[in-house]
């Protein structure tokens, strides 16, 4: 199946700085990657799609100057969080969506963010 | 409302038994799709199976199963012969919509845990 790293797995910053935080669809190219969050115990909430060669679509109440993404090409997406603070630790996971004609999406290992 | 409900908070499972964990949808659009992914303590997602809106059938792959009710919009996963590695968190998703536009909406998901 197809395959989706994320790096770096787990990150530890302090409060005030940007972390960015790569996702790459190994072997095919992905037109369109998404960014989940989850908090512990919970569910997946999507925060932002995002296309290669255009800007990220965001979800509703999600802050577009924090969360940068960045698809500069088909097997790379970035999500830099700025000016991290103690509540943006959470697990942070990319996907990729495949070409298949169900949609499925790929997902990668996921980001273990902590903010100190 | 809410797209996917999951009401089984956790669920207990005797090793070498079946077990089926619930997943009710809430949709207008006619064509959907509907994904089970598990994802153990590491974090990653792991895709289970897959059921398309228009698919007669319902989806079979290994030991899983996906017990396809379309006029009461539910999608149970069916898990045969349970082993100790099923313990883990599961996942119903529905991805709706089409092409660029369609997104992907999970459960609250249910922890399974498999009794030896």
């Known amino acids: 199946g197809a395959v989706v790293s994320q790096h770096p797995s787990r990150v530890i910053c302090k409060s005030g700085t940007s972390v960015k935080i790569e996702c790459r669809s190994l072997d095919f190219q992905a037109t369109t990657m998404f960014w989940y969050r989850q908090f512990p115990k919970q569910s997946l909430m999507l925060m932002a799609t995002?296309?290669?060669?255009?800007?990220?679509?965001?979800e509703q109440g999600v802050e577009k100057d924090k969360f940068l993404i960045n698809h500069a090409s088909l097997t790379l997406s970035t999500l830099t969080v700025t000016s991290a603070h103690p509540e943006d630790s959470s697990f942070y996971i990319c996907s990729a969506r495949g070409d298949r004609a169900n949609y499925e999406q790929y997902f990668g290992p996921g980001t273990r963010l902590t903010v100190t | 409302a809410q797209k996917i409900t999951q009401t089984q908070p956790g669920m207990f499972v005797q090793e070498k038994e079946a077990v089926t964990l619930d997943c009710t949808y809430d949709t207008s659009d006619p064509s959907y799709g509907l994904f089970w992914y598990k994802q153990p303590s590491s974090g990653e997602m792991i895709f289970l199976i897959y059921?398309?809106?228009?698919?007669?059938q319902n989806a079979t792959e290994g030991r899983y199963s996906l017990n396809f009710q379309k006029a009461r919009k539910s999608a149970n996963l069916v898990i045969s012969a349970s082993q100790l590695g099923d313990s883990a968190m599961y996942f119903c998703?529905?991805?709706?919509?089409?092409?660029?536009?369609?997104?992907?909406?999970f459960g609250s998901g249910t922890k399974l845990n498999v009794k030896p």
């Open positions: 998703a529905m991805r709706e919509g089409r092409g660029n536009f369609n997104k992907f909406y």
């Open positions: 995002s296309n290669e060669g255009s800007k990220a679509t965001y």
């Open positions: 059921q398309g809106s228009y698919d007669q």
